[in-house]
């Protein structure tokens, strides 16, 4: 009985624990301030929509932009003083949808083609939730 009930608290530990990393994965995650960008006429002009984006920014700016033109949307973030990017980019008419992740050193592209707004919206939304949700999900090489 002693040990059935040792193997049960050891157990019960390992889930809190694991429940303790997990939330804080996720402030971690919260404390991240992204900075959302739009580009228009080729990258030639671009306005900081927030410093700190969220959700609901990121959804209103998409659906703000007209995607018959071409413009390029971007969430960057400087956290660990290091430069990483990821954008949204191109028009429904002309130039086809793509999705790019940029870094100091790097700029890949997303593998798979990317036919809508709300894929394109959706990427970014991912991103916010974290890198590591977000390179889970999709494939950039």
């Not at 969220?54 to 959804?59: D, F, N, P, R």
Request: cysteine-free; overall charge negative.
């Amino acid at each position: 009985m002693i040990s059935w009930n040792s193997k049960r608290n050891s157990n019960t530990l390992g889930i809190a624990e694991n429940k303790t990393e997990l939330r804080n994965r996720e402030i971690r995650q919260e404390k991240r301030d992204l900075k959302l960008t739009v580009s228009y006429d080729y990258g030639e002009i671009t306005k900081t929509i927030s410093e700190k984006a969220t959700a609901e920014i990121i959804k209103s700016t998409m659906e703000s932009i007209n995607w018959n033109e071409f413009h390029i949307v971007q969430l960057e973030d400087e956290s660990d003083n290091t430069f990483k990017g990821l954008h949204v980019s191109g028009s429904l008419v002309e130039d086809g949808l793509a999705s790019g992740f940029v870094t100091d050193d790097d700029h890949i592209l997303m593998v798979k083609p990317i036919e809508t707004v709300n894929q394109m919206t959706q990427i970014l939304l991912d991103f916010l939730k974290g890198e590591n949700v977000w390179r889970n999900k999709y494939k950039y090489e």
